[in-house]
């Protein structure tokens, strides 16, 4: 238990270093404030239409790639964990290590679709897409 | 068995709130967010009724759980991202092609 | 496996305090907790202002700050009010909350890992059986504070920036953990102390030097590619297409300026640190290692890990965007998956 | 196993119709139809069972095998023939023989669709002729509605749809209710039956077992369950007030459908009436003798006034068929050997001679185009031969001596009159025979405007003789009709000891 | 034991396997070539696949596997998973249903892109809903749920350049997602109470609920919705008209069938085997005699879903509310149960499960002739059907039969499996129960006989084209045609497994 108090002593240190920082800055720091400043910094330039533009679909892509991926590896953890202490009671390793290569071998499966159909492909040509969509409005 | 009952207040308590915002929400993506409280409070369930029976089962299924809620929400998204497209939004009243 | 636990910092501190239970536990972490905290300033500080500019400096054959005192390291001390009393400039339509709340989270994310890590000499503020795991949990909370910064901050840059910086943080975050797990096949658990103390056990002796068995020995394979997904999270050359400035300026933190920019800055800085000390933790005995105090040998391969990330920083060209992604999902991912089974096959093969 | 055989060669044939190419399909139906005919009266000819087949009696060419086992009551695949259900074999299958053959000038588009379903329809009919399970037979008579839906709803006349629908609507709630009430017969005799084979069942009733069953008493419980299935039955027959849906059935419906409906479709229902009501539970059908009785006598008269009032020929026929039908029933709650088997000789002597006049009634309208009585008159002078027949026909259907429709209404009559169920019943047959009046008269009307007299014809359709094709059904018809009439015995012998052991249970003799 | 009475005890689980199997190998086709449109190399492979996973599940029942009379139902995967008969006759379901599903999304799909991913979806779905059947344990049910749940969202959503499609998606998703949370925090509930979630050890773990027994009782309720929206009942039935209508047809035909039927095996295995009627009712004031509950729910489900269906224009739509009307008959199954049924609980939940089958047949084959409909581009509606049957009496024929079939008019396998049904639950006691699911079905045939009547008796429209006439389809509605006709004779053995495979969950 005392261990996550530790835990959380470091929380509570880490949220309030930042904060004694901002407050020694905030008596410290000058505002002067003026129009020119508070624009958006874009190399210089005058900054044109909203900020939240619309990006690559790829980063959904990658992301959902990631959501499986990793919750994957939280049920790859406790197999590494108990691995080694279960080959030394005994299990066979067909028991302990079968399992998993079966887990692995269907990620690898959905991997490399994902990779051959373009998931992880940042550009995609853009002749292709186009008639892709054609077709299909036909 | 008190700390127990104080733990099913609180899942309760996530629950209801998820419950709350599914109601309350038509944005789809708050809605899937709503539902992944829902499925903490049950995880919470899960993970502290492990410890009090002493068995692992419930730890164990947290983690399924967790796993499937991601896979899940890998799910909503795409159909919200489609949603997107087609209804131009994410608010789940406005795709109403089909009488409700 | 049952290592004998080492007393943590707290434990420590409250004994010395002669402190006990609840009250003993809460005042000896926040104590513990600020002492590595201001380790980790410390090192920061040492780091950001002035060996980041020696290093730089030193690859591009120039003298770098050299004025004020001993190699010009005082230079800190300026710096730091120089950075603190700049204004703070808030630009048009930043989203609040959030743009305020970033700065916070990036450091914090990063402090919170280092809870875990046994810096040697007693010097470990807890050490919970699943302390591996809330390291790489507790860096990963970085992330969120990349995103609210990029997209609380109204700029076409920042947005990308913070964009490209969580699909860094994703695509190599897969490996990294598996690689991780590679080596939790050997040690059968994640708490920290104990892979430490694993590592201790004598590899095999050569002419009278014993060699132990730390992991980069061991499994040089896993220790590559867990540098280079390291490399890639703290978003270093050749990975460091988050703040590309040639592309985006300066990606996430553009916006920035004042105390939120060192805020950031540093948040960086200490996930440098903290990849370091996973990777030793993990890799090279922790704070293990001969002759000098076990805290030495901690700071010694931290460092060593941070002055790598600066020669990559200078040696190293930047990859694409594209590329860069396509080395983690279809070269990182596949040899760490690969690393693992192998790794599982061999230790059963032996076992 | 030839009843087996005779079914499945009927829904083969059916089957091979449906992919026959329309030009052909009625041909190739008229030739498969023969082998039905001809297994039929092999059986006939090879018939040798006695008494009833419900009653403890055999039944001819049997089979027995476990269907389904489902909870206390297995279903059984239980086929047979008896003496009731003999006749109606041979009547179904020459009957559709002849209505597929009057079938080709009248349906000129999807032939291979309408032929393929005759044949199926017949298939079911005959699977409702020789079932002797309670759930084989379900199927086959729910099933005979199928094809019919179709036949009137595709082929049929201009509100064909409406007719369908009415058709279907009103035979299914009428099977529903019947099936209930029969299946609380079956749960009042809880324990006593293993299955729902029709034999076990009535002689598990005769041998009262019958207990009650959701809070009725057995007496209320059988008469409940007498009247679900009298409904159910009626409905089918169909008995006066039940009736609305024929009218509508029959107009709409092409020719050789009608007679497929009035010649044997309505037989169904009088069949049931017998198997189940009146020999099942004869107890409670003799409580019930008045109300039946009435209905029997209304739909006779009420029948025959509405067919006096018709200005079409079909609805003329139609309607005589509801009073045709009311004989039937007035003969079985007689409860004589002469009543109930008259009544199931009338099932016979009805579907020849409806199922002529339907014909007669298609040849002139395919000739003219026109069923209405006021749109000709001395149709006779251009098809001498159709006219011949069809007053033949009709003659037999007023009753004329030596033909069928005499033979089955004396036998009625004698039976009705020595009837002992109540007292009143001489007047109901008084009141019954008095309804042989009106059928004279609407009849002899309607030849006369039609048929005699100058001819006279509005439409632009040349009134020559019928192609030989059309003809030819009628003249079988009539010659059957004849020889029936004739010599009864042919089947009379045969219904007699079928219905006899109803009787004994009635306690008549 | 497995027929292969040396085989590992993990081949019990063959079906399931071959089934997971065959998905990899779909995708890996499409891996090796992404952009391919060699639909019938993808169809067939997921056609032969679902065969020979239904094929294996026959022999094993043909065999005996993991019934009494080879030593009882064989346990896997430490009682995570269960293989007897019940789960091998829900697997026969889920794979006939599938392989008619494959056999026609070769036409329906022909101008589709990612086809190889829709096949591999649908043999997912297939894998989920058969582990779903061979669910033991709380945990199990809530992987393989998702299992079946997650691609099946997807398939729905497939047509993604289809608002009617996406919105189907959405809607099903957000429901599914909903009670997917419910169902797990039931599953939590359950599990604090009792400290398992293996379910003879739930069933054990009851009696000990002492004052947590509202909490118990939450619990099941929360489960027993998760079930209902799984099955499509009240009161988790709204996203099925949706989903059904917006989905692809030989989707909807899936999910109306072999998902639901997959809802209903989970359901009748955890209300029996964990919630034993007996036990959970005694507990006191928070104990729920769910049989009182589903018998509620059966009727309500039924009678909504056949009033709504009745007031519909749309044809598909009128299916959907139709499908939730065959929920409600199908839990007569779970509410007929009593506590000293005996023999009777066997017969009543035997014969849902045998309707479950014949509706498999009968209503997967009524949705892909409504694919077949939107292939040739035929409007929705009823009147958009008028006269299909003069252009394409083959494919009518079928779906009269299908039509006849659901309403339970004979000569039809829907009249067998209704008549089953209702006479199981009269000999349970519930008569009423089965004469209000009579009345309803009464009532259905007014609306199914709808689509009959336009088919053969009205006037077909003057632009009424038929262009292609589809193999697969063809193939596939016949298929089921036959299928429903044949279950009529065939009846005995599937009702006689149904009841003995049934009767072992008591």
Redesign the interface.
Known sequence: ???????????????G???V??A???M?????PEQG???????GEV?TGT???Q?NI???M?????????????????W??????A??QGAS?AT??TP??VF?G????????A????A????KSPQASRR?TE??DA | MVPGQYYLVLSAAVFCIGIFGLLTRKNALLFLMSVELMLNAANINLVAFSYYWGNVTGQTFGLFTMALAAAEVAVGIGIILVLYRNFDGVDVTKATTMRW | MSATLQTTLPDTISGLLGLEGILGDVVGGLVGAFIIANIMLITTAIAGPWAKRKITAAFGDRIAVNRIGPFGLLVIIPDAVRLMSKELIVPEGVDRPAWDLAPMVIPFSALLGFAVIPMGSGIQLADPETGLAFAFAAASIASLGLVMSGYASNNKFSLIGALRAVAANIAYEIPLVITAASVVIFTGSLRMSEIVAVQAEPLLTIAGVSIPTWFAFVNPFAFVLFIIANLAEVGRNPFDIPEAPTEIVAGYQTEYSSIYFVLIYLGEFIHIFLGGAIAATLFLGGPAGPFLPGFVWFVIKIWAFFLFTQWARSAVPRLRVDQFLEVGWKGMLVLSFANLVLTAIIVGVIA | MIIEALIAVTFLAALVTFVVPDRYAGKAAFALSLVPVLGSLYMWQQYDASGNALLGGSAAFETDIVWLQLGQYDLHWLVGVDGISMPLIVLTTILTTLAIVSAWTPITERQSQFFGLMLFMEANLLGVFTALDFFVWFVFWEAVLVPMYFLIGVWGGPRRKYAAIKFFVYTNIASLVMFIGFISLVFGLGDSISSLRLPEIAQALQAGQLGGFAGLSAGALASVAFIAMFFGFAVKVPVAPLHTWLPDAHVEAPTPVSVMLAGVLLKMGTYALLRFNFTMLPETARSFALPIALLAVASVIYGALLALAQQDLKRIVAYSSVSSMGYVILGLIAYTTYGVGGATFQMVAHGLISGLMFMAVGVIYNTTHTRMVTDMSGVADRMPVTAGIFVAGAFGYMGLPLMAGFAAEFFIFKGAFESTVMEAMPLFTGAAMFGIVIVAGYLLFAMQRTLFGPFEFDGDYEITEAPFHDVAPLAVLLLLTIVLGVSPDIFFTMIQDAVNPILELGGAF | MTPLQTAPVWTAAAPAIILAVTALLLLTIDTIDPDTTNNGLLASTATLGSLAAGGVAAWFLMAGTGMESTGGAISLYGDALIVDGMSLFFTLIFTSVAAMVSVASYDYLADEQYQGEFYSLVLLAATGMTLMAMSNSLATVFVSLELASLPSYALVAFLKKNRGSVEAGLKYFLIGALSSAVFAFGISLVYAVTGSLVLPDIAAGLSGADELVGVLGLGVLMIAGGFAFKTASVPFHFWAPEAYEGAPAPISAFLSSASKAAGFAVAFRVFTVAFPLGTISSLGPGGIDWSLLFAILAVVTMTLGNFAAATQQNVKRMLAYSSIGHAGYALIGLAAITVDGGAANGNVLGASMAHLLVYGFMNTGAFLFIAMVEKWGIGRTFEDYNGIASKAPIAATAMTVFMFSLAGLPPFGGFVSKYALFYSAIESGFWWLAAVGAMNSALSLFYYSRVVKAMWIEEPAKSLEIGSQPVGLYGAVVFAAVGTVLLLPGFQPVIETAQTVAAALF
């Open positions: 238990m005392s261990e996550w108090i530790a835990i959380g002593a470091m929380g509570v240190v880490a949220v270093l930042p904060l920082m901002m020694m800055s905030a410290l720091r000058p505002s002067v400043k508070s624009a958006t910094y874009e190399s900054p900020a939240r533009v990006f790829q980063y959904y990658v992301a959902l790639l990631f959501v499986v991926f990793d919750i994957e590896t939280v049920l790859i953890f406790p590494t964990v108990i691995y080694r202490s080959l030394e390793l302990i290590l998993m290569l692995i269907v990620l690898v499966v959905g991997l490399v679709w990779w051959r159909n373009g992880v492909k940042w550009v892709k077709r299909k």
